[in-house]
C-alpha cells in the first residue's frame, strides 16, 4: 500500500514557475514508477509526466515537454514536478499518482493522491 500526498500548488501568473512535491509512504518507493495526472475544470483526466523508479527513463506529455520537469528523490520517498513557463491553460488540479509500469491512461495507475490546485492567472 502506498499513501500520496500532494503539496505546493497555489496561484501564479502566466510565464511564472511551481514545484509540486509528492510525499509516499512506504518501504517501497523506489520499486514504483510514479507520475503526474492533471484535470482541468469540464475535461478528463490526463497523463503529464511519469519517472521510472531509477530515474533511468523520464516520460511526458507533449502539451507540457520542455518546460516542466519530472524528478524524484528515493531516499526521501519524495517526487518532484518543476513547472515553469506556466500557462492559463495549465490551470488544473494536479495529481501524484503510482503504478508498476508506465501508463498513459489513468485507470492503469494503482495509487492516487488527493490532488493539489494549480491556478494560472493571464
Known amino acids: 500500500q502506498v499513501q500520496l500526498v500532494e503539496s505546493g500548488g497555489g496561484l501564479v501568473q502566466a510565464g511564472g514557475s511551481l514545484r509540486l512535491s509528492c510525499a509516499a509512504s512506504g518501504r517501497t518507493f523506489s520499486r514504483y514508477v510514479m507520475g503526474w495526472f492533471r484535470q482541468a475544470p469540464g475535461k478528463e483526466r490526463e497523463f503529464v509526466a511519469a519517472i521510472r523508479g531509477s530515474s533511468s527513463s523520464t516520460y511526458y506529455a507533449d502539451s507540457v515537454r520542455g518546460r516542466y520537469t519530472i524528478s524524484r528523490d528515493n531516499a526521501r520517498n519524495t517526487l518532484y514536478l518543476q513547472m515553469n513557463s506556466l500557462k492559463p491553460e495549465d490551470t488544473a488540479v494536479y495529481y501524484c499518482?503510482?503504478?508498476?509500469?508506465?501508463?498513459?491512461?489513468?485507470?492503469?495507475?494503482?495509487?492516487w493522491g488527493q490532488g493539489t490546485q494549480v491556478t494560472v492567472s493571464s
Open positions: 499518482v503510482a503504478a508498476g509500469g508506465v501508463y498513459y491512461h489513468d485507470s492503469s495507475w494503482d495509487y
